[in-house]
């Protein structure tokens, strides 16, 4: 991690990075100083999956006597607004330089900044609750029935560089959709929703068409008894909110998720599966339809 998190600092290098960092001209930036009774701004700067991990680094910069400031992306917003992450949420479009911060820093650099290894990784489970009202009318509306939950997803952001190797077709789920005692509900947004004709209404509960932001996704989420995701926002969500998440990889998968480890220091309730040949997905499936199977049959609320 110490070389890591240091080479980590050249997605900064980027004209992205440099126009953003332009706004905070009169701040600091923070590496690693003294806070105690200074104000620092933290900005998300990458995807939503790197927000939902790294927001957990507020909390330890307002134990350092900070007045934390947060500037998350629009679609999180309402959903980190409604949890007590240490933090002030400061609307996207509210510009750095219409006020004054002792410091300012990326949220990715957090862990540099910290010197988190692999023995410190702040690890607190859950950390992010979802709205209760909404909570309530997910349940409402889509979780009467009887039988194991599970939520789905099989496509990440098709502009990220290795969408490729880590998104899957719906069709790799065609035995779960099968399984005796499983209700599956799709969590996906957006591009690969186009997918769920194929399978018609009464095989797959579409959720993702609901969702307004990632507050909704949560109320979803929190209703699930698990969570099937390759590698995307949602998957940082599930283990995020403490419910059980299983997480598909290729064999060359991101750098958080290590190498070859089946669980997550990052996230208690994750569970990893991997590829061991690149590109095949059906031994991987094949893992998680024989382990959720045994979790079908002890899980007493499934009935028929």
């Known amino acids: 991690f110490d070389r890591g998190w ?13 126009k953003t960092e332009e706004e905070f001209q009169g701040s600091s930036e923070w590496t690693g100083q003294g806070l105690w009774g200074r104000s620092i701004l933290v900005y998300a ?23 934390v400031f947060f500037r998350p992306p629009p679609a999180l917003e309402s959903l980190f607004r409604g949890n007590d992450l240490g933090a002030e949420m400061l609307p ?9 911060f002792d410091f300012f820093a990326p949220l990715a650099s957090m862990p ?7 023995s410190t990784i702040p690890c607190p489970a859950p950390y992010l609750f979802p709205d209760p009202t909404k909570l309530a009318s997910y349940r409402k509306k889509f979780f009467g029935s009887p039988g194991l939950k599970v939520g789905i997803v099989w496509q990440g ?58 507050s909704d996704t949560a109320a979803a989420v929190a209703n699930l008894d698990l969570v099937i995701a390759v590698d995307s ?8 909110m403490g419910v059980p998440t299983w997480i598909l990889l290729p064999v060359v998968s991101d ?6 480890r089946g669980d997550s220091p990052w996230y ?37």
């Open 6 to 18: 240091s080479l980590y600092e050249c997605r900064r290098e980027s004209d992205k990075h440099r």
């Open 45 to 67: 700067e990458q995807g939503f999956g790197d927000s939902l991990q790294f927001v957990r680094y507020l909390r330890l910069l307002k134990d350092q006597g900070a007045s």
């Open 268 to 304: 208690q309730s994750v569970r990893l599966f991997r590829q061991s040949v690149p590109g095949d997905w059906d031994a991987v499936f094949q893992r998680v339809f024989a382990d959720l199977r045994d979790l079908a049959r002890e899980n007493p609320r499934v009935s028929g």
């Open 92 to 100: 996207f479009d509210d510009r750095a330089e219409r006020r004054f």
């Open 233 to 240: 926002a949602v998957a940082h969500l599930g283990g995020a």
């Open 157 to 214: 952001n098709p502009l990220h560089s290795l969408d490729a190797i880590r998104s899957v077709p719906l069709s790799k789920f065609q035995s779960l959709l099968q399984m005796k005692g499983i209700r599956v509900f799709s969590l996906q947004k957006g591009p690969g929703t186009e997918q769920l004709e194929a399978f018609g209404d009464s095989t797959v509960v579409d959720l993702g068409g609901t969702f307004g932001d990632f």
């Open 255 to 260: 750098w958080r998720w290590f190498r070859q």
């Open 112 to 118: 540099h900044r910290m010197g988190t290894d692999l």
